[in-house]
């Protein structure tokens, strides 16, 4: 992809404004998975190797607004983050204002507070864009998470800094995800799990075309069951997306689970029941895959070439529901295809199972990896394009 490249720009003792997706779950003032901020380490450790003057992070950090307007209640702030990446990297990460990041002196690394506590972030407002722009020489486009939102630290500054250039994550997602779409190692196996069909279903119908195997599962899987005829009894289906599903159960017959784990309630210490597909209940909601779906998800990953994997098949946030999602993630471990992984919920099922050294390649992308493997435009590659 003809795009600027950091490896071919001179930042020696430049001012340089990287964004970074530090995204990062927090409890109790606390970051409680590190997988995004790790990400992003060796990012800094190469600005810091090719004489970067004086480097200032910037990211978001959840949904801070109230209806049309951004609030800067605490717990959006970054100050955990910072106080995280300090010790990560074993340097001072200081959190700074608009102000304060104007005046960092030479050497110094600072974190910009959440930047969707400034109005016309999430706009794209090029007045605020302009301003990020003027805090940098060099700005690095490395959140790949967030290259789908055409936001004003995203596609905007960009279009308005001196010199914009792609950061070394932002390129090893984009080198991964071109090699699993434009020349994947056959069969290529797609799984994609989650709650809603209507959220995924541009990317199921994309990877219908290319994949070898769909495989489909959660609440996704349900729906796709329900179109199949088969009755659900209390689970959660969409059935708005009932046709569409049957007309993907007709084009490219996607691999549904044979039997299910099923409950009366969605809530620890229930008691749970296997069925087969034919066998829930009135009352039963299903809440994960069954032993056979299991052992037939690890020989299909057995015999791949490559694997793609979105969202888990079952609630797995509650241990008597994620049996099939940690089998899932160590079947997928196990396997010696090339395997690709992405989105919330899928970095928390395998943080959860402890199989991130054995997965080939970790997205930091959720919804930014399933608009590209869609086939959409991301408008902060779009605008990167613009600067080659």
């Not at 995204?23 to 004489?51: H, M, Y």
């Not at 919804?367 to 605008?383: H, K, M």
Request: proline share 5%.
């Amino acid at each position: 992809m003809d795009i600027p490249r950091i490896d071919s720009i001179d930042v020696r003792n430049k001012r340089v404004l990287v964004r970074e997706d530090l995204n990062a779950p927090i409890e109790d003032s606390r970051v409680t998975s590190d997988a995004r901020l790790l990400a992003a380490l060796p990012t800094i450790k190469q600005l810091r190797s090719q004489g970067a003057g004086r480097i200032l992070i910037a990211s978001h950090l959840g949904r801070p607004a109230i209806g049309d307007t951004p609030t800067t209640a605490p717990q959006f702030s970054l100050a955990p983050v910072a106080a995280r990446l300090c010790e990560l990297i074993d340097e001072q990460v200081e959190l700074v204002d608009f102000e304060r990041a104007s005046n960092m002196k030479a050497g110094a690394i600072g974190l910009l507070e959440n930047v969707r506590f400034l109005p016309g972030e999430t706009d794209n407002d090029m007045v605020l864009a302009g301003k990020l722009a003027s805090l940098c020489d060099v700005f690095v486009m490395d959140a790949f998470a967030t290259a789908h939102r055409a936001h004003a630290s995203t596609a905007g500054v960009i279009d308005l800094a001196a010199v914009a250039c792609a950061g070394p994550l932002l390129l090893r997602e984009l080198d991964a995800l071109s090699l699993l779409l434009e020349a994947p190692a056959r069969p290529f196996v797609a799984m994609i799990g989650g709650a809603k069909v209507s959220t995924k279903l541009g990317v199921l119908d994309r990877l219908a075309e290319i994949a070898d195997t769909l495989v489909v599962g959660g609440a996704i899987a349900t729906t796709f069951l329900a179109a199949a005829g088969h009755r659900v009894g209390r689970s959660l289906i969409e059935d708005s997306m009932l046709d569409e599903a049957g007309r993907l159960l007709a084009s490219c017959q996607p691999l549904l689970p044979e039997d299910l784990v099923v409950a009366s309630e969605v809530r620890p210490g229930v008691e749970t029941r296997i069925v087969p597909v034919d066998g829930i209940a009135e009352g039963d909601m299903v809440v994960d895959i069954g032993p056979v779906s299991r052992m037939r998800l690890s020989e299909t990953f057995d015999e791949a070439g490559t694997i793609l994997w979105n969202g888990p098949v079952g609630v797995f946030e509650i241990d008597e529901f994620a049996a099939g999602t940690r089998h899932l993630a160590r079947s997928i471990a196990k396997s010696k295809a090339f395997s690709l992984a992405g989105g919330g919920d899928t970095l928390a099922a395998i943080d959860k199972t402890g199989v991130a050294e054995s997965i080939s390649y970790i997205s930091t992308g959720g919804g930014a990896l399933l608009e590209f493997v869609e086939g959409r435009t991301l408008p902060a590659i779009a605008s990167l394009h613009a600067r080659a």
